[in-house]
């Protein structure tokens, strides 16, 4: 599969489901899905979930479910998969645990919600930190 080519892939639950011909309507079966993904060769696999946060799987045995409160008023969804994704590679540059990559990930996907901005013009490493210790 093309999937196993990737360091990190971050499908939503039904993008999982076609990937890897698994149901992933139980977290059972999501969390037997992500594994199949790191036996293809995925180094991480992030499921999104939507409000609801994301799994964490990846190969250093790391399994997960993570979350932050619930955004009262989203502004613009649009980049926050993008903004996700690039919150969790600033947290791996910095040397983050996974567990703090993902928080720091949730972190910037939540303030691309808040921006009316399709680029949050107040992203920053102080604003990823502030907004993991206010929701997380």
């Given at each position: 599969?093309?999937?196993?080519v ?15 011909g ?19 060769g ?17 190969r ?19 980049g ?15 040397g ?10 949730l ?10 901005d ?19």
């Amino acid at each position: 599969s093309v999937a196993g080519v990737f360091h990190c892939i971050k499908p939503t639950r039904m993008e999982l489901a076609a990937i890897t011909g698994r149901e992933t309507d139980t977290d059972a079966g999501l969390e037997a899905a992500a594994d199949i993904l790191l036996e293809r060769g995925c180094q991480e696999v992030a499921v999104s979930l939507g409000e609801k946060g994301c799994y964490w799987a990846d190969r250093r045995d790391n399994r997960f479910y993570a979350s932050q409160s619930p955004i009262t008023h989203m502004a613009n969804a649009t980049g926050a998969g993008d903004a996700f994704i690039a919150g969790l590679i600033h947290g791996e540059c910095v040397g983050l645990h996974p567990r703090l990559c993902v928080d720091m990930a949730l972190s910037a996907g939540r303030l691309a919600c808040l921006s009316e901005d399709t680029v949050c013009k107040t992203m920053s490493h102080t604003a990823l930190l502030t907004t993991m210790e206010e929701y997380s």
